[in-house]
């Protein structure tokens, strides 16, 4: 684990599931045993709006949440961050002030996409904003991650295809996450995936194997 990678979850298409996606990784990260802080950087401040309806109290050796949607994020961020050993921003759903200071912030984007036409362009805008930005911060790294994907559909496969049409240095995660009404369900109880009962399994796998891809890319 490389000391204070951040990453920042990014889509400029609201409905991506970055924030789901935001407070899963956390999660797996803090489960780990990886000291986590989740950072809401979103003026809707979703992830904090999650955390209000928690009923139970976070984990808080490994993991804790703050808000910070700030256009000096990249500077602020310093600070709040010392003794942490992964910080996760979820990003506003648009590109602002904001975003740009969170990708000066980063070591990677992770840029979630979800299975149609709207959120393609959407994302494939996003990409070029991170290009253009590249010459302020030239050893950022960026993966795509397929998101909310209907189950066994061929969907899945032409996002794919897709996403990779959009340029040779475009690295998309082999791992998928698919559609599921857990997401929804924890979301709203305040609680993470790896938190909610029976017939998590699947879910639980492919947020783990998205992790372990995510470590791998940063550690590369």
Known sequence: MLFRSTIGLVNQK?????????????????LRGVKTLLVDADPQQSVMGWLQERETELPSETLAVTSMASKTLHRDIKNISKGWELVVIDAPPRITDITRSILLACDMVVIPCSPSGLDSKA???TLELIREGAVFTPSLKTVFTVNRKPVNTAIGRSIREVILSFGDDVRLLNSDISMRVIFAEALSAGLSIQEMGPGNEKAKIEISSVYEEIMKELEA
């Open 14 to 30: 609201g409905g991506a599931g970055k924030t789901t996606l935001s407070i899963s990784l956390a999660f797996e990260g803090a």
């Open 123 to 125: 994302t494939y805008n």
